[in-house]
């Protein structure tokens, strides 16, 4: 009898150990398949990782390159159609050294609290796809609407869209064959200059600035810009100069008005070639620099707007602003 009971406690201890070996490889296998999964897990985890870095970096790449291909899509518009809408008056002024600062004297580097300012006025804007051509370079430029004219009938419309603008006002030259409609001329009376400000003011309601278009006649003559002023004081409407003679008189005139003489320091495409115009806005740029603030001029050609767009890396050392930040 007692040897029975051994065989059964023998047996017993048997089964005990089968069960903890099965219950060991069991846990074995359920770790080696958690280990398994874990590896597969965090490549496919990692590979995931991997493809959505790239996306947001393919992402973040695209807006530039989508801003790119709708600035090149403008400006090919503009190179389409400015030769056939308007004749630029970039070259109206009397001679080359016109078109750059006048020297800046040298002397120790001035202190400012703030950046220097640069406001650049783009002149003859007049048509739709010049409008969507310089809004699309995303910087601050000031646009110069000409009057409507038969050939331009919805500068005044277009212009009604923005939050601020100027208006380029035609005025008469020394030589300049294909002159706009509608323009002021020295012999005008100071009735006929009331009543053309006074219809710029209707059909440009928010105009608080006007410069020049064309205009070495007009404004070399005194008698013809005491009137201009005068007319402009009324409608509450700064003058900014073109500066396309040597001889203008709005400096004498806006001094015996009490007024602050405001005039353009670089025509930045006299030349209509791209590499000019880079160097001009660096000229533009080191007169803000030298003198806190600094007013550009240029015209909504392609190689303008190309030049001014591939200068973004430059407008940093100045602030853009618009020129009722100057003036």
């Given amino acids: 009898m007692a040897k029975r009971k051994r065989s059964k406690k023998k047996h017993s201890s048997s089964k005990l150990l089968s069960?903890?070996?099965?219950?060991?490889?069991?846990?074995?296998?359920?770790?080696?398949?958690?280990?398994?999964g874990y590896y597969f897990g965090f490549s496919s985890a990692k590979e995931k990782i991997e493809a959505s870095a790239e996306k947001e970096r393919v992402l973040r790449k695209l807006p530039e390159k989508q801003a790119k291909k709708s600035v090149q899509k403008r400006l090919k518009e503009v190179?389409?159609?400015?030769?056939?809408?308007?004749?630029?008056?970039?070259?109206?002024?009397?001679?080359?050294?016109?078109?750059?600062?006048?020297?800046?004297?040298i002397e120790k580097p001035k202190l400012y609290v703030s950046k220097p300012k640069l406001a650049i006025i783009i002149d003859d804007v007049s048509t739709k796809s010049q409008v969507r051509a310089i809004k699309s370079l995303a910087i601050p430029l000031t646009m110069s609407f000409l009057p409507p004219s038969p050939a331009r009938p919805n500068s005044a419309k277009l212009a009604a869209h923005e939050r601020f603008y100027m208006v380029h006002l035609p005025m008469e030259a020394m030589n300049f064959n294909?002159?706009?409609?509608?323009?002021?001329?020295?012999?005008d009376s100071q009735q006929t200059i009331l009543k053309r400000v006074h219809d710029i003011k209707e059909l440009f309601p928010k105009v608080a600035y006007i410069n020049n278009h064309t205009g070495s006649k007009f404004t070399s003559n005194e008698v013809a810009m005491n009137r201009l002023i005068f007319a402009f004081n009324k409608n509450h409407i700064h003058f900014v100069d073109s500066r396309t003679t040597a001889q203008?008189?709005?400096?004498?005139?806006?001094?015996?008005?009490?007024?602050?003489?405001?005039?353009?320091?670089?025509?930045?495409?006299?030349?209509?070639?791209?590499?000019?115009?880079?160097?001009?806005?660096?000229?533009?740029?080191s007169v803000a620099k030298a003198h806190g603030h600094a007013i550009a001029i240029g015209h909504p050609h392609k190689n303008t707007l190309q030049a001014l767009y591939e200068s973004k890396k430059l407008f940093r050392d100045v602030d853009l602003v618009l020129i009722n930040e100057i003036y």
């Fill in 248 to 285: 203008t008189q709005a400096p004498r005139v806006l001094k015996n008005f009490g007024l602050k003489y405001v005039a353009r320091d670089v025509f930045l495409d006299h030349h209509n070639d791209k590499a000019y115009i880079k160097k001009q806005i660096k000229k533009a740029i």
């Fill in 79 to 105: 190179l389409k159609k400015e030769s056939k809408i308007y004749n630029s008056a970039s070259h109206e002024i009397e001679n080359e050294a016109l078109a750059n600062p006048p020297k800046i004297p």
């Fill in 178 to 187: 294909k002159e706009e409609p509608y323009t002021m001329r020295v012999r």
């Fill in 19 to 36: 069960y903890i070996a099965w219950a060991l490889a069991l846990i074995a296998l359920a770790l080696s398949s958690l280990l398994i």
